[in-house]
């Protein structure tokens, strides 16, 4: 799969670091730029395709319109501070991607990141004759996303399972020490896990190392 580029158009360190936190979860974001202001992030966009950019800060959000008509081929996610009424109503009229209310909550974000992700990968799976269930997976990714999950945690049994040995530990787990306890593959509990925090029930947060990547550690709400 391409990797999906990304651009990001904020001022302030705290919101970039916690964007930044977010972005480590995925494995196929790639981050082209971080630019303070929107002026920037058009001549930037001239020279680097863009798929995503996430829009924050008030001086940058009261040119978005602009913004917009520069990049019209570009999904915006603007970062919003008690807009009004009106505001959210053009944004969705011009296409705005979402919509997320500062100070960005990291799992409202994670979550949007997810469902453009899946629209990518989706947009990027089409082949002719185009088939409905392809297009409402493309229009429609929220929709999408809780019918893998639906799908992901059948086995109530298994589900019972991870959760019970998390609440027992009373600490965060990861997919290959629940693996381990419960005798199945990796690969099988991290996609129970990962299922349990899109619905809520499961928190994740990264352990970092010395060397190598973060290891992701399940812990309940």
């Not at 501070?81 to 100070?103: C, H, T, Y």
């Not at 929709?143 to 009373?170: C, F, P, Y």
Request: charged fraction near 25%.
């Amino acid at each position: 799969m391409k990797p999906i580029h990304l651009l990001i158009v904020e001022s302030d360190p705290l919101v970039l670091f916690s964007i930044g936190q977010v972005i480590r979860y995925f494995d196929n974001y790639l981050v082209v730029d971080k630019v303070e202001h929107v002026d920037g992030a058009i001549e930037r966009m001239k020279v680097v395709p863009v798929d995503l950019v996430i829009l924050g800060g008030q001086d940058n959000i009261d040119r978005w319109q602009g913004f917009v008509e520069a990049a019209y081929r570009t999904k915006l996610l603007l970062l919003v501070q008690n807009p009004p009424k009106e505001f959210v109503q053009e944004a969705i009229s011009f296409g705005v991607w979402d919509m997320i209310l500062r100070p960005a909550a990291p799992e409202r974000l994670r979550f949007s990141l997810e469902m453009f992700r899946y629209r990518h990968i989706y947009g990027e799976a089409l082949e002719y004759p185009v088939q409905q269930e392809r297009l409402d997976a493309i229009f429609f990714p929220r929709e999408r996303h809780q019918h893998i999950i639906a799908g992901t945690i059948k086995n109530s049994e298994m589900l019972e399972k991870v959760l019970q040995l998390i609440e027992e530990r009373d600490q965060p787990q990861s997919a290959g020490e629940i693996a381990g306890v419960l005798n199945v593959s990796r690969i099988t509990v991290r996609k129970y896990c990962e299922a349990l925090v899109n619905t809520g029930k499961l928190h994740v947060k990264n352990k970092y190392q010395a060397k190598g990547r973060p290891i992701k550690q399940y812990f309940l709400s």
